[in-house]
């Protein structure tokens, strides 16, 4: 009897030395007491704090949860993250179980389930986080410090999936939940491990304190460049819209701007925006790269939209030469219609803008692209960063002196545009792909300008044919119910009142939208950070339908 037992410990033994050996990598040693006596816990933080300064004492059991917070969690695990992976799937090679699974990521409210996310096999873990080695990482699920994480998109998601709606006012127990995951491939399922690390906090949730200041109209400051509007409109609308963005029912709005009949009736700042802020509203600049390739068409520096690439580029001397590259048009990326293989809205496609960032010469990525197979040059709208900047390479060397000192002359002087400023590409030529800069009020003058067709002050800016191809139907949005693409401008109609008004307008990611209306004589400016948030723009389409039209329209 003596003897089995010994062979069953033996074999058991075996067994956990057995687990231990297959490990794929040796894990980081442990350092402290703390790691040691914590393995397989989710800790709360108030802040980053290093692993080397955390004590016991740091870990929060209780915790405010405001808008603007800085709630950190620190997993202390006992391997790292491929080591669970090849556990999972242990006939995989590494570089392989990488790109196929992380860490699975569950959320529960007062025990009640409520999101989980597979993170993507592209998230890491700080700069000192090594999926191989690591055996703890700190990410922030909420920053006030303008930290850019996975952590704090998923924590928007889990609060967009229920999260929000079940912290209410009062307390509640945050519960998370973590383990390894891998998807072998599209078709099959994924296989998730055990529990590798959980941890809990009680969160305290109250309603925002909305002060008089905070809700009341601002007034428009002298100076403001603009003739002010007389008309009168319904204050309690702007008012209520004011409660919604101070108490972040309406989340990082910085300005709304409204001109009507040409002259400034609103001016409304907040979240430490005001008058000067030059706001980064991203895509909306591509906008800008339209106007100024209709004002060098009229300046003959290009003949017409119709010119195709090869006039410009010997496109030989770049990978994936074929005839169907040659053929592509300045139509067709002011359309966001060419053949190029490339497409923002496919993590995946050869030509997203991400794969763009990193190289040393966008231009030369773009122009390198290979075609799309199942697209033809001006037949499918797919948008596409990477042909905006081929138009701004275009423009900059077909203008005298540089697009920089063509914009200045040609359109920001003759709309007295003085508070701007440029990005650049890695060559030095402004980033025609967006993040032009500018304050709330020179958009709102850049916007009117097309409502006035083309003129600022008795003179013709923009060719009033080219306001007209660029405010048109120029092709389909697909998936998006009567919504189209004109020249870098989008168009949509918003209902109000069993009422259709069309409008075009300028739109970047965060909720940035410059808004002309067809019908009404109406310009709206809504500038916003709310970057990577899928609820922006329906923020924007909110203030427009919900306050903005209510108080003039009424």
Request: neutral net charge.
């Amino acid at each position: 009897m003596k003897q089995i037992l010994l062979l069953l410990t033996g074999l058991f033994m075996s067994g956990i030395l057995s687990a231990q050996n297959n490990d794929l990598y040796k894990t980081d040693t442990i350092t402290s007491n703390l790691q040691n006596a914590n393995k397989g816990k989710i800790t709360f933080m108030d802040r980053n704090i290093p692993l080397q300064q955390y004590k016991e004492s740091d870990f929060l059991k209780s915790y405010e949860l405001k808008y603007k917070s800085d709630l950190n969690i620190r997993v202390f695990m006992e391997n790292s993250v491929i080591n669970y992976l090849h556990h999972l799937a242990p006939d995989l090679p590494a570089e392989k179980l990488l790109e196929s699974g992380n860490l699975q990521f569950s959320f529960y409210i007062d025990n009640q389930f409520i999101y989980k996310e597979n993170i993507h096999h592209g998230c890491n873990f700080g700069s000192g986080g090594n999926k191989n080695t690591s055996i703890t990482f700190r990410v922030p699920l909420t920053s006030s410090k303008g930290e850019d994480w996975w952590a704090m998109y998923m924590w928007d998601r889990f609060l967009n999936n229920g999260g929000e709606k079940a912290l209410t006012e009062g307390k509640h127990l945050l519960k998370i939940e973590i383990r390894p995951y891998v998807k072998l491939d599209e078709k099959s399922t994924v296989k998730t491990g055990n529990i590798i690390a959980e941890g809990q906090v009680e969160l305290i949730i109250k309603t925002p304190k909305v002060t008089a200041k905070q809700i009341e109209i601002q007034s428009i400051k002298p100076s403001s460049g603009w003739q002010i509007s007389t008309l009168s409109f319904d204050k309690n609308k702007i008012e209520q819209l004011n409660t919604a963005i101070a108490n972040y029912t309406l989340k990082e709005i910085t300005s709304v701007v409204v001109i009507r009949e040409g002259k400034l009736m609103l001016e409304e700042y907040f979240n430490d925006a005001d008058r000067n802020t030059l706001h980064d509203t991203r895509s909306a600049g591509k906008s800008f790269t339209s106007t100024l390739m209709g004002i060098a068409i009229q300046d003959g520096y290009i003949k017409s939209e119709n010119e195709k690439l090869s006039n410009f580029y010997d496109l030989k001397q770049f990978a994936n030469y074929e005839v169907k590259k040659d053929n592509i048009k300045i139509k067709d990326l002011l359309t966001m219609s060419s053949a190029f293989d490339g497409s923002d809205s496919n993590g995946d496609s050869p030509g997203n803008e991400e794969n763009m960032y990193p190289t040393d010469n966008w231009v030369k990525f773009a122009l390198d692209l290979p075609m799309d197979k199942n697209k033809t040059n001006g037949g499918k709208w797919d948008y596409f960063t990477a042909g905006v900047v081929i138009l701004g390479d275009i423009l900059n060397k077909s203008v005298p002196e540089g697009l920089e000192k063509y914009a200045a002359e040609k359109l920001f002087k003759s709309l007295n545009i003085t508070q701007y400023q440029w990005q650049y590409t890695p060559q030095k030529v402004v980033n025609t792909a967006g993040s032009l800069q500018m304050t709330s009020l020179e958009y709102a003058k850049y916007a009117q300008l097309y409502k006035n067709n083309g003129i600022w002050n008795n003179k013709q800016v923009i060719p009033s044919d080219w306001v007209s191809k660029t405010l048109s139907h120029q092709i389909q949005i697909p998936e998006r119910e009567n919504q189209f693409y004109g020249y870098l401008f989008w168009n949509k109609t918003v209902e109000y009142k069993g009422k259709s008004y069309e409008t075009y307008y300028c739109a970047g990611n965060g909720g940035n939208e410059f808004i002309i209306f067809k019908e009404l004589p109406i310009v709206i400016i809504i500038t916003s950070k709310a970057y990577n948030k899928r609820y922006a723009h329906t923020q924007a389409d909110t203030i427009v339908k919900d306050y903005i039209l209510p108080s003039i329209l009424n």
